[in-house]
């Protein structure tokens, strides 16, 4: 049920980037940058932050990117987390190219409440901010890794914070 939710979802992410994909042309030798890259990946982390999800880049200027990203987990509830961020590129080493990263979203997390049964498990959202970076490898000109460190805060008093690596293979279209 929920590998199909996350099935599902990573569809959705990749249809709503559709649109945005095309080819871009360069007269020169050296192909223009991916335009959109799709990333479904899995996480591990602390204070339940391990999971499974997707994110989507799209380039809006030559080492710029927007990023969504979307995970779903399964700990203390079965929550979606979900962020828009800005994506820097730092200078490449070869095929490889370390980036920073940051923005805000929402999160779903679980709290324990008293009731007439004993404790509960209830489910609360959050306004996050998250802070990291990570590298991507080019593998060919579609497709490569991608391994993403990030550092997420929840607004509110019992709202979490959190530390995630995900590790993920990258595809794209749009360019090199």
């Given amino acids: 049920s929920h590998t ?4 599902c979802l990573v569809l959705l992410m990749a249809t709503l980037a559709g649109p945005d994909i095309a080819q871009a042309q360069d007269s020169g030798s050296q192909a223009a940058p991916l335009k959109v890259q799709i990333t479904p990946y899995v996480s591990v982390g602390s204070s339940a ?19 969504v990203d979307t995970a779903l987990r399964e700990a203390e509830v079965t929550g979606l987390s979900s962020s828009v961020n800005l ?8 095929r490889v190219t370390p980036y920073v990263a940051g923005g805000v979203g929402v999160e779903q997390y679980g709290t324990l409440d008293q009731s007439p049964l004993g404790l509960v498990a209830v489910k609360k959202t959050a306004f996050t901010i998250n802070a990291g970076g990570g590298v991507r490898m080019r593998i060919d000109e579609k497709w490569g890794f ?20 995900y590790n993920g293979v990258t595809f794209g279209t749009g360019g090199r």
């Fill in 4 to 7: 199909m939710k996350l099935v």
């Fill in 49 to 67: 932050s391990s999971g499974a999800g997707a994110s989507v880049r799209w380039l809006v200027a030559p080492k710029l990117g927007i990023e």
């Fill in 87 to 94: 994506v820097y590129d730092l200078p490449s080493l070869g």
């Fill in 146 to 165: 991608r391994t993403d460190a990030r550092w997420s805060n929840g607004l509110g008093m019992q709202a979490p914070e959190r530390w995630r690596v």
